[in-house]
């Protein structure tokens, strides 16, 4: 045990405390047949918990935590503190990217051999305490290196540097029982056009994710393969802008049968959709996957990474995700960080404390929302047309029969109200 949650005891659940408790998330309520905690499947994000500093672009560190630092004793420290912190919260799941766990070696080989290393401790951690890995990844933007990106980079050696890497977080992910393997693209992208040749790193993009499904075939991996969108930031354009432009991406090098989507809040607000927009549609085009849980600051306009703390938004989201089905392989990673003025040990626990009572809150209310069925009653009339016969048989003819028909008639056909409030003032009835 460390001394660095003292005094902080495991969070149960107890609806009318005033002390640190879950108000509204009960694992072992069931919902639906099933217990929400295998219902919303809670993740922490190795990375903002446990790596993140506290910096900004304006600003230096604001957290000095005892595990922070280039050597292995201080990566097993880390862990010890994350599997405490996984235990106070009881959460089912953690993410990691591969720098988050494992010191920086003076060479690939050195790197390497530290990875696999944490990896064996994780093992051990996750073996006595139950905790399971809903997915892994590689950190292919932080360094240096990676400035004019990864699968993209215009200098091979980065490219075999990066593929290299995947393959080893794979198996590391393999091994730990991982559920998904996400790839983002965080510098897969250009801040000019001046020096950027789009088709051939389109090219190295397609090659390079077609390589990380074969290996997956390769080794047995049964999960699933996680594309998380994000249309900018930190390069000027990303090319995985958004659920549609990365849906194109896999059609094109036929991909759509292999890979589906991470979807994160905030990413879908930079892209000008809505969370559930880009739930929707990957829902519709057979490739959601899992979801990255956070919200943006809408004044700052761009990626804060904040813990959720609206009931509404989180709402439409999870009915999205009921929707879909609910999650397989997928779950809720908090992808989401402390303020830089959020100093203290109990700052982390509150604020995935209070994430996971939002969530409980929103799926809730849309499990409510889907049971009542007035939303989905009122759009199956609002397309009753299309299931008559002459709807129906409207797909199969052509534009000549189509006004040939009319032409011949005495057809004036009216809009009809989409009765967009009213939906809206159902949906308030639920939040």
Not at 53 to 60: E, K, L, S
Not at 198 to 209: D, I, M, N, S
Not at 334 to 356: E, N, V
Not at 419 to 431: A, D, K, S, T, Y
Request: glycine share 8%; net charge negative.
């Amino acid at each position: 045990m460390t001394d660095f949650f003292n005094d902080i005891s495991p969070l149960a659940y107890a609806p009318d405390s005033t002390d640190l408790a879950f108000r509204h998330y009960n694992p072992d309520e069931v919902i639906m047949g099933k217990r929400m905690e295998e219902h919303l499947r809670f993740a922490v994000a190795y990375w903002h918990s446990f790596a993140w500093p506290g910096g900004d672009p304006f600003g230096a560190e604001t957290f000095q935590r005892p595990w922070f630092g280039n050597t292995m004793d201080l990566a097993r420290l880390k862990a010890d503190v994350a599997f405490e912190m996984f235990n106070l919260l009881n959460v089912p799941y953690f993410c990691w990217h591969d720098a988050d766990i494992r010191p920086e070696g003076d060479s690939f080989a050195e790197s390497l051999n530290n990875f696999k290393e944490i990896i064996d401790y994780l093992g051990e951690k996750m073996d006595a305490s139950g905790t399971k890995l809903l997915w892994g990844t590689a950190n292919l933007f932080s360094h240096r290196r990676f400035m004019s990106g990864a699968a993209t980079n215009p200098d091979p050696e980065i490219f075999a540097w990066s593929a290299a890497t995947v393959k080893n977080c794979m198996d590391a992910t393999h091994k730990l029982g991982g559920e998904n393997y996400v790839l983002w693209g965080g510098r897969e992208g250009y801040e000019t056009l001046l020096n950027t040749d789009l088709k051939r790193e389109r090219q190295q993009a397609g090659r390079f994710l077609q390589m990380a499904v074969e290996y997956k075939h390769k080794i047995g991996f049964k999960g699933a393969i996680l594309v998380e969108p994000k249309p900018q930031e930190p390069s000027k354009h990303q090319y995985d802008f958004d659920v549609a432009t990365v849906y194109g991406f896999l059609k094109e090098f036929g991909l759509e049968d292999e890979v589906q989507m991470n979807i994160e809040q905030g990413h879908a607000i930079l892209a000008g959709h809505s969370f559930e927009h880009e739930l929707a549609l990957a829902s519709s085009l057979g490739i959601f996957g899992s979801i990255d849980m956070n919200r943006n600051d809408y004044q700052s306009g761009w990626d804060t990474d904040q813990f959720p703390n609206n009931v509404p938004e989180v709402a439409l989201a999870y009915y999205e995700v009921l929707k879909a089905g609910g999650f397989t392989t997928g779950g809720t990673n908090f992808d989401a960080k402390l303020r830089r003025q959020s100093l203290d040990p109990i700052d982390l626990i509150a604020s995935h404390a209070g994430a996971m009572d939002v969530c409980a809150r929103g799926f809730k209310a849309a499990v409510a929302m889907l049971e009542d069925g007035t939303l989905e009653a009122m759009r199956a009339e609002r397309y009753a047309g299309w299931d008559s016969t002459q709807g129906k048989a409207l797909l199969e003819s052509d534009f000549a029969s189509i006004a040939a028909e009319l032409e011949a008639g005495d057809v004036n056909p009216q809009p009809r109200s989409g009765r967009q409030e009213i939906l809206e003032n159902i949906v308030n009835r639920f939040v």
